[in-house]
């Protein structure tokens, strides 16, 4: 069967295409931002459009690292990697020429950030099941032995997505903290290392044995953050392995995943298909249907911080809210009024991203700061409070979100006795 029909929702490309076209977007629709600049008119244009802008700025970030302008420099090679990481992302196919050049440029650009940044980092290899899976590492500054994060990016992201290497909000806050191309993601796909059901949580284990031996790290202090279905497998690592102090992860992928696979845009399933090197779609869906936390949420013990938009179309709030009811550990939860699955940069937040509020609960972790009866649950409000910091939410639904609780119905909703 070829790539393009594999799977039910293929034959509805049109309707992606329209959805880049108009909105500029590939998944997430409900926001405004543009994902793609206005000249990308299909989902196939977006490799080649981006690398050329790519392209572009790369050039441009050699001509001031040449001019001995670093700083610049760095900037430039950041966005560069950055549009290379989306153009690579559009891909999803096994030895495709254009996927493995793209990816490439993300390693060679990064290459110059790692030697332009004001903190150690290394690109390393961790062994794993005959194989290695490649890890950036950040470290603080003199690399003096630190507490540590093993950062778990989303999906189909790559270890040098998203978290800023030039203002890292770990690094900034005197933890070091490891990003993974865990199975399935990043050079792990290159490599043809496919996620399963249960094998990111080994590799997870493997991220662990090998921070617990480099001696920048503090063992004792070992915790794990991520984004999206890093979230789903930060959880999983913390259920298997003691040694996780705490775990704090945003846009949460946590409940089943039928909204994920079924409900949101077809690159989700697309793209996961990819990842785990499956191409029977009734084998893919069986594997989906088992992706929950049922056989890990009462096993973590460690504190976390779950963070959830209100209306995330791939992990509904009752869905979130559900696993950390059942979590017993200690725990919290915000919840990003009015928001979706990436609230990065929200007014709820005063227009900061969410990772240095992650960095700061983790530390507050590290630092014995979160009692072990800690229950918290936020509304981060959208234009009124102060975001976390916010008092305690007696519940997201109404009546509990506007502080009325218990609220039972009223006699005449109930009616006379019979």
Same mark, same amino acid.
């Given at each position: 069967?070829?790539?393009?029909?594999?799977?039910?929702?293929?034959?509805?490309?049109?309707?992606?295409?329209?959805?880049?076209?108009?909105?500029?977007?590939?998944?997430?629709?409900?926001?405004?931002?543009?994902?793609?600049?206005?000249?990308?008119?299909?989902?196939?244009?977006?490799?080649?459009?981006?690398?050329?802008?790519?392209?572009?700025?790369?050039?441009?970030?050699?001509?001031?690292?040449?001019?001995?302008?670093?700083?610049?420099?760095?900037?430039?090679?950041?966005?560069?990697?950055?549009?290379?990481?989306?153009?690579?992302?559009?891909?999803?196919?096994?030895?495709?020429?254009?996927?493995?050049?793209?990816?490439?440029?993300?390693?060679?650009?990064?290459?110059?950030?790692?030697?332009?940044?004001?903190?150690?980092?290394?690109?390393?290899?961790?062994?794993?099941?005959?194989?290695?899976?490649?890890?950036?590492?950040?470290?603080?500054?003199?690399?003096?032995?630190?507490?540590?994060?093993?950062?778990?990016?989303?999906?189909?992201?790559?270890?040098?997505?998203?978290?800023?290497?030039?203002?890292?909000?770990?690094?900034?806050?005197?933890?070091?903290?490891?990003?993974?191309?865990?199975?399935?993601?990043?050079?792990?796909?290159?490599?043809? #290392?496919?996620?399963?059901? !249960?094998? %990111? =949580? +080994?590799?997870?284990?493997?991220?662990?044995?090998?921070?617990?031996?480099?001696?920048?790290?503090?063992?004792?202090?070992?915790?794990?953050?991520?984004?999206?279905?890093?979230?789903?497998?930060?959880?999983?690592?913390?259920?298997?392995?003691?040694?996780?102090?705490?775990?704090?992860?945003?846009?949460?992928?946590?409940?089943?995943?039928?909204?994920?696979?079924?409900?949101?845009?077809?690159?989700?399933?697309?793209?996961?298909?990819?990842?785990?090197?499956?191409?029977?779609?009734?084998?893919?869906?069986?594997?989906?249907?088992?992706?929950?936390?049922?056989?890990?949420?009462?096993?973590?013990?460690?504190?976390?911080?779950?963070?959830?938009?209100?209306?995330?179309?791939?992990?509904? #709030?009752?869905?979130?809210? !559900?696993? %950390? =009811? +059942?979590?017993?550990?200690?725990?919290?939860?915000?919840?990003?009024?009015?928001?979706?699955?990436?609230?990065?940069?929200?007014?709820?937040?005063?227009?900061?991203?969410?990772?240095?509020?992650?960095?700061?609960?983790?530390?507050?972790?590290?630092?014995?700061?979160?009692?072990?009866?800690?229950?918290?649950?936020?509304?981060?409000?959208?234009?009124?409070?102060?975001?976390?910091?916010?008092?305690?939410?007696?519940?997201?639904?109404?009546?509990?979100?506007?502080?009325?609780?218990?609220?039972?119905?009223?006699?005449?909703?109930?009616?006379?006795?019979?």
């Amino acid at each position: 069967m070829s790539i393009g029909t594999e799977r039910r929702r293929d034959n509805q490309q049109w309707m992606l295409d329209w959805m880049v076209k108009t909105t500029g977007r590939t998944q997430g629709f409900a926001n405004d931002a543009r994902m793609v600049p206005p000249e990308i008119k299909s989902y196939r244009m977006i490799p080649r459009a981006l690398e050329k802008r790519a392209r572009r700025i790369e050039a441009m970030a050699r001509a001031a690292e040449a001019a001995n302008h670093r700083l610049t420099a760095a900037d430039l090679f950041w966005k560069a990697t950055e549009l290379y990481i989306d153009a690579q992302h559009a891909i999803f196919q096994d030895d495709h020429p254009e996927k493995i050049y793209l990816h490439s440029k993300v390693l060679e650009c990064f290459e110059h950030i790692m030697a332009l940044a004001n903190h150690p980092i290394e690109r390393v290899e961790i062994p794993f099941e005959g194989n290695h899976v490649q890890g950036i590492l950040h470290m603080v500054p003199g690399r003096q032995k630190a507490p540590t994060v093993l950062f778990c990016p989303g999906m189909d992201m790559t270890k040098e997505s998203f978290v800023d290497p030039l203002a890292h909000p770990f690094i900034e806050r005197g933890m070091n903290c490891l990003h993974i191309d865990g199975p399935g993601q990043g050079t792990s796909n290159i490599r043809k #290392l496919r996620v399963t059901l !249960d094998n %990111y =949580e +080994r590799a997870g284990k493997a991220a662990i044995d090998y921070l617990s031996r480099r001696p920048e790290v503090d063992s004792g202090k070992i915790a794990v953050s991520g984004f999206s279905m890093g979230s789903y497998w930060g959880m999983r690592i913390a259920a298997y392995d003691n040694r996780v102090k705490g775990v704090a992860a945003a846009a949460a992928c946590y409940g089943p995943k039928q909204a994920l696979f079924e409900e949101a845009s077809p690159r989700y399933k697309q793209i996961y298909m990819y990842m785990s090197g499956i191409h029977d779609e009734a084998e893919f869906d069986r594997m989906a249907q088992q992706m929950t936390l049922d056989d890990a949420v009462s096993k973590i013990e460690c504190p976390c911080l779950l963070v959830t938009g209100e209306y995330d179309p791939v992990a509904h #709030l009752e869905e979130v809210m !559900d696993v %950390y =009811e +059942r979590l017993v550990c200690p725990k919290e939860i915000w919840v990003i009024e009015n928001h979706f699955h990436n609230p990065r940069y929200a007014e709820n937040l005063g227009g900061l991203d969410f990772f240095g509020f992650l960095a700061d609960w983790l530390r507050d972790v590290f630092d014995g700061r979160k009692p072990p009866d800690l229950k918290r649950q936020v509304l981060v409000g959208q234009r009124d409070g102060l975001g976390p910091y916010d008092r305690d939410t007696p519940g997201f639904r109404l009546p509990g979100r506007i502080g009325i609780r218990d609220f039972k119905p009223t006699p005449a909703q109930v009616g006379p006795k019979p």
